[in-house]
């Protein structure tokens, strides 16, 4: 139903409940940042476009932004972003964050932080995803032939447009680690 109605209209919606809100700033930031959020995910698309990792990056912090509301001391960020000058399949990273978030903190009794990280190496650019969440058994998953398809297909898009890899390490009860390995375009002379 939602992708019948036209996302000009939700945006003009959204836009006249901010101008309600006047005189609650906090209500004002969180409909811009779910206007936001909701820009991206409906203009998506291309599942093949690439965007620049600051755009993502963007699309992340309206996320998590607004669970933090939700969810307020229960979700801990911390961000160390070293490197934004690179690009990723557009929604590649976004939901990896969400799939830390609603499976592994919020399932966690108090909450827990979730870590994102970017740097630079000579051939290539690191993202890391980090939380202290609850955690899984990589063994019982496999065993179970549970699938992750929001992972899986994440993994396939990274890998098929940007050569990218990704890689999990999980723990019961220490958390979950991801690792997004892009290398750096090859220059020809």
Do not use: W
Not at 74 to 94: C, E, G, H, T
Not at 109 to 116: H, K, L, N, V, Y
Not at 120 to 132: C, F, G, L, Q, R
């Amino acid at each position: 139903m939602l992708s019948q109605v036209k996302p000009h209209f939700i945006y003009n919606s959204i836009s006249a409940i901010i101008d309600l809100c006047a005189g609650n700033p906090e209500a004002q930031n969180a409909l811009v940042a779910f206007s936001d959020y909701l820009r991206v995910n409906l203009g998506a698309k291309n599942p093949k476009a690439l965007i620049s990792f600051e755009t993502e990056l963007k699309h992340i912090k309206h996320y998590l932004y607004l669970e933090k509301l939700r969810f307020e001391e229960r979700l801990q960020v911390i961000y160390d972003i070293k490197a934004i000058d690179f690009k990723v399949p557009i929604l590649s990273i976004q939901p990896i964050v969400e799939n830390a978030v609603s499976h592994g903190l919020f399932n966690k009794p108090g909450g827990g932080t979730i870590r994102i990280r970017t740097k630079e190496t000579e051939n290539e650019y690191i993202i890391t995803i980090v939380d202290d969440g609850i955690g899984y058994d990589p063994e019982v998953i496999q065993k179970s032939g549970t699938t992750q398809p929001g992972i899986e297909n994440a993994r396939n898009r990274l890998s098929s447009l940007c050569r990218g890899t990704l890689e999990i390490t999980s723990r019961t009860d220490i958390g979950t680690r991801v690792n997004i390995t892009i290398p750096k375009e090859e220059i020809h002379i």
